[in-house]
Nanobody, 120 residues
Framework: QVHLVESGGGLVQAGGSLRLSCAASGSIFSIGTMAWYRQAPGKQRELVARKLSGGSTSYADSVKGRFTISRDNAKNTVILQMNSLKSEDTAVYYC??????????????WGQGTQVTVSS
């Protein structure tokens, strides 16, 4: 059993910054890809940033140069640093972590979601 806990959302003014964190715990053998998605009201969930276990990263065009994804493998944690926030960044943010369990089976797990609201 694996459990993800997200933290760090909130209300911020446009131009401000927020830092989201997502920690995995439980029966973990290793961690694979870590990613952040977001879903705004009335819109589909979209990929914001992804970081592979080997270190390579990718970002949505809308956040390039403003958001940074990082991972702390020792703590099974993925972080999303969000700078220069815009009103269009308002959404519920979800982390996704691929976990290889002690049984060696791989499964993706999702965080509970954290609200980010950017006021203009």
């Amino acid at each position: 059993q694996v459990h993800l806990v997200e933290s760090g959302g909130g209300l911020v003014q446009a131009g401000g910054s927020l830092r989201l964190s997502c920690a995995a715990s439980g029966s973990i053998f290793s961690i694979g890809t870590m990613a952040w998605y977001r879903q705004a009201p009335g819109k589909q969930r979209e990929l914001v940033a992804r970081k592979l276990s080997g270190g390579s990263t990718s970002y949505a065009d809308s956040v390039k140069g403003r958001f940074t994804i990082s991972r702390d493998n020792a703590k099974n944690t993925v972080i999303l640093q969000m700078n220069s926030l815009k009103s269009e960044d308002t959404a519920v943010y979800y982390c996704q972590i691929w976990v290889v369990a002690l049984s060696r089976s791989a499964t993706d797990y999702w965080g509970q979601g954290t609200q980010v609201t950017v006021s203009s």
